[in-house]
């Protein structure tokens, strides 16, 4: 069974930063994209950012410049630098990992639980 954990969510103040992290562990054979949603009260989950397994990574244009995604793929990990936080960057961070458990076997979309992130003076 795979298992995504997500850690280093918290409070900042406006300015500040943060870094994320998530592992991956479990039956795992592939992992293709990994990467960052975040969703607040009403509103529907957003990505954030994203890397895939060889090429480049994607950012919403509403944090350009300011995050930083990283991976390391022997760890099976994901890191999201989060520099110059605003307080519109408050929400609940969702790993993400589209992976592979066997050979041969589908590409499925994986979840962490979630950690939050409140900026906020």
């Known amino acids: 069974q795979v298992q995504l954990v997500e850690s280093g969510g918290g409070l900042v103040q406006p300015g500040g930063s943060l870094r994320l992290s998530c592992a991956a562990s479990?039956?795992?054979?592939?992992?293709?994209?990994m990467g960052w949603y975040r969703q607040v009260p009403g509103k529907g989950r957003e990505l954030v950012a994203s890397?895939?397994?060889?090429?480049?990574?994607y950012y919403a244009d509403s944090v350009k410049g300011r995050f930083t995604i990283s991976r390391d793929n022997a760890q099976n990990t994901v890191a999201l630098q989060m520099n110059s936080l605003k307080p519109e960057d408050t929400a609940v961070y969702y790993c993400n990992a589209v992976l592979s458990e066997r050979v041969n076997s589908l590409y499925m979309n994986y979840w962490g639980k979630g950690t939050l992130v409140t900026v906020s003076s």
């Open positions: 890397i895939p397994s060889s090429s480049s990574a």
């Open positions: 479990g039956s795992i054979f592939r992992i293709n994209a």
